[in-house]
């Protein structure tokens, strides 16, 4: 990261303050005393009743492209900042004019040995659409006569926005070390993993991986993921299959049916990548789907994806069950289990009068009119009055499901969310009680039991050599210590009678399938003879354990 003395010396820092003072945000710069500040004399603010985030969306798009998409991303971020100011970055714009098509035609020339026409048996040389970070040309494949969208890296944006982003880095640490009331953001934390997304997008590479992995996710007769063409295609470079259909937006000219159709396949689409393949599109809004025949949608711009992992989705899951069946405490309790630790730990009981409140008024509305993206907002509102913050992940998890939600209602207003979506949740929560998941669940239970058993002697012998060596010590206060060694021994003694006689029902259970003699009424007698052991020791230890009031 720079330091200060390395940013006076950047010209590109001076127009920072320009843009910020012309905007209003000349108190920032006097309050940590920016370079550039004897402009503020210089520079003539806007007018016209700007409400403060539209003057914070006005500022990004003028500093240009690395302020635009780090904009864009904070976007995904509805748990750190205010709905008004998410609702202003959504509109940013980062549509500029094209790149001549000689630059372009040596960016490409650094993967692709020239000339074009040995690739390409048409390209065009106008862009059908031109970003901050790259440009898209269409072309034809010589190869198979296949129409392709060729996506193109600008040429030294790397630079710039390293540039710009050292600048945004510096200035977070500022903000950080002066408002005390904002550390428990982390926001230097916060714009370093801006940085990584941005950089990120920058190779196409990881792009290609994500549409290759949706792709083998996704594809069906509702949804549609372009093909990618891996021989032509670099870290700036990037050939993929043409889609040849209309925008999301134009599709409200379009008749009731066909507008709910697309709701419909949105919704699906959003919440099989999220509760099912854990893997979805970050950022789904009208401007990134578009609508072919027979309303299939296809899916653009892969460049920011979010992963859940497996455990991850049964929380959610959990949660999302938790707010059907209006239990507070439950989802007190899951929100709790999800968020970061902090410093400062909130009263559980005035969070969970909080998020009481919200379901009150929520599970009063008709289930139609039901809006799952305002509810998942207002729980993050409410989190963040906590100083509560949700892992990443989660955060970018819900932002796409309230900009899927929003596209719904877009394509068809009337459309029963709440409907749409439970069917599918349910069918995807029963998959978690099927015998081969259960049966898996159990295999890898034991197969965690195989692992411990053969480590602990080795970290057993690590405790006794540190102990040995003064690296370890242990203080002893014998209370009740005949009572604790008791307790221990029933414990243990428990312990392992249950994973006995967890081990002979499974066990009993594969000699069932087998058919082995000899059989009684028709099946193994030692799979039967296993069952009636297992039977009478947790008898056994059901009766023990109620005897003893321990339970």
């Not at 904070?74 to 714009?93: A, G, N, T, Y």
């Not at 929380?315 to 309790?333: I, N, P």
């Not at 259970?509 to 030692?526: F, H, Q």
């Not at 297992?534 to 056994?540: C, D, E, M, N, T």
Request: overall charge negative; glycine content about 6%; proline content about 4%.
């Amino acid at each position: 990261m720079i330091s200060i003395k390395d940013i006076k010396t950047i010209k590109r820092f001076r127009e920072i303050v320009a843009v910020l003072t012309k905007y209003g945000f000349e108190e920032i710069v006097e309050r940590f005393e920016l370079p550039g500040s004897d402009l503020l004399q210089k520079v003539s603010p806007v007018s016209g009743g700007l409400t403060i985030h539209e003057r914070i969306r006005l500022a990004l798009e003028e500093l240009g492209p690395t302020f635009i998409k780090f904009g864009q991303v904070m976007s995904l971020r509805p748990d750190l900042l205010p709905r008004k100011l998410l609702e202003e970055l959504e509109k940013l714009q980062d549509d500029v004019p094209p790149i001549d098509f000689n630059e372009i035609e040596e960016e490409i020339y650094k993967y692709l040995e020239p000339p074009l026409n040995k690739y390409f048996s048409l390209f065009h040389t106008e862009p059908v659409a031109a970003a901050s970070l790259s440009q898209v040309h269409l072309g034809v494949l010589r190869s198979n006569d296949a129409q392709v969208a060729i996506k193109i890296l600008r040429p030294g944006i790397e630079k710039s926005l390293t540039s710009d982003l050292d600048i945004i880095e510096t200035i977070g640490v500022f903000v950080d070390q002066q408002f005390e009331e904002l550390k428990c953001y982390d926001i230097p934390g916060l714009v370093a993993t801006v940085r990584r997304t941005l950089e990120q997008e920058l190779d196409f590479t990881r792009e290609l991986d994500n549409m290759n992995i949706a792709r083998g996710n996704l594809n069906d007769d509702k949804i549609y993921i372009p093909k990618v063409y891996e021989e032509y295609s670099s870290n700036t470079l990037l050939v993929m299959e043409f889609f040849d259909g209309i925008k999301f937006r134009d599709i409200l000219s379009h008749s009731e049916k066909e507008r709910q159709n697309v709701a419909k396949n949105g919704l699906y689409a959003a919440t099989k990548q999220i509760l099912e393949d854990g893997f979805f599109h970050a950022d789904p809004h009208p401007g990134n789907i578009l609508i072919g025949k027979d309303m299939q949608l296809c899916f653009i711009d892969w460049g920011m994806v979010g992963r859940l992992t497996e455990q991850e989705r049964i929380e959610l899951l959990e949660l999302l069950s938790s707010v059907v069946k209006k239990d507070s405490k439950r989802l007190t309790q899951s929100l709790l289990r999800l968020c970061k630790k902090k410093e400062f730990q909130p009263e559980e009981k005035e969070l969970e009068r909080s998020i009481t409140e919200l379901l009150d008024r929520y599970h009063s509305i008709p289930i139609s009119k039901v809006n799952i993206g305002d509810f998942l907002l207002n729980i993050l509102t409410i989190l963040r009055t906590y100083k509560l913050r949700l892992p990443n992940e989660f955060t970018i998890m819900i932002k796409a499901l309230v900009t899927a939600d929003g596209s719904a209602r877009l394509a068809y207003p009337r459309l029963n969310i709440v409907d749409e979506v439970s069917d599918q949740v349910e069918a995807i929560g029963r998959k978690r009680y099927r015998p081969e998941t259960i049966w898996k669940n159990i295999k890898e239970s034991l197969s965690s039991l195989l692992v411990f058993k053969r480590d602990f002697p080795g970290q057993l012998a690590n405790i006794i050599d540190r102990f040995e060596k003064g690296e370890l010590g242990v203080k002893f206060q014998f209370e009740k210590i005949d009572e604790l060694v008791n307790s221990l021994e029933n414990a243990s003694n428990r312990l392992t009678i249950g994973i006995i006689t967890g081990a002979i029902i499974i066990g009993s259970s594969m000699i069932i399938t087998t058919g082995v003699e000899p059989l009684i009424l028709g099946y193994p007698a030692l799979g039967v003879l296993g069952y009636l052991i297992s039977v009478v020791l947790g008898l056994w230890l059901v009766v023990t354990i109620l005897r003893n009031k321990k339970y």
